[in-house]
């Protein structure tokens, strides 16, 4: 576990309700590729930099998975893909997310979501 799988998956806890009844299987498009991640190009850079060794792996698996280049020049577009796909990782890895993608998000399945995050990630 990486220090912005954790990022994200806290995140993802203290969001999740807020998406009840939307399909599971959209839920990390809405909430990570709706509007960038971080506005502003300082505040990305400072965050990549953070981020670095985490980010450079997802650019590694992007390259290889989908055939794309990667491209720099916008910085604030590129963190905001690259949270969404680390997003797309850690929540759609989940058996409870597996086992109930294409099904609306319901209380019962947040709380499942949600104690299978707390639980991997070692979250509180």
Same mark, same amino acid.
Do not use: P, W
């Given at each position: 576990?990486?220090?912005?799988?954790?990022?994200?998956?806290?995140?993802?806890?203290? @969001?999740?309700?807020?998406?009840?009844?939307?399909?599971? $299987?959209?839920?990390?498009?809405?909430?990570?590729?709706?509007?960038?991640?971080?506005?502003?190009?300082?505040?990305?850079?400072?965050?990549?930099?953070?981020?670095?060794?985490?980010?450079?792996?997802?650019?590694? &698996?992007?390259?290889?998975?989908?055939?794309?280049?990667?491209?720099?020049? $916008?910085?604030?577009? &590129?963190?905001?893909?690259?949270?969404?796909? @680390?997003?797309? @990782?850690?929540?759609?890895?989940?058996?409870?997310?597996?086992?109930?993608?294409?099904?609306?998000?319901?209380?019962?399945?947040?709380?499942?979501?949600?104690?299978?995050?707390?639980?991997?990630? $070692?979250?509180?």
């Amino acid at each position: 576990m990486n220090k912005l799988e954790k990022l994200v998956a806290s995140e993802i806890v203290k @969001q999740l309700s807020d998406y009840k009844g939307i399909m599971i $299987n959209e839920i990390m498009n809405e909430m990570y590729n709706l509007d960038f991640y971080i506005i502003g190009t300082y505040k990305a850079r400072e965050f990549f930099k953070e981020h670095l060794h985490e980010i450079s792996d997802i650019i590694e &698996f992007v390259k290889e998975e989908y055939y794309i280049n990667v491209d720099l020049s $916008n910085i604030e577009r &590129f963190v905001s893909i690259a949270v969404l796909e @680390q997003a797309n @990782q850690v929540f759609y890895c989940l058996e409870t997310v597996s086992d109930n993608y294409d099904k609306e998000l319901t209380d019962g399945l947040i709380e499942e979501i949600i104690a299978e995050l707390k639980y991997k990630y $070692n979250l509180e």
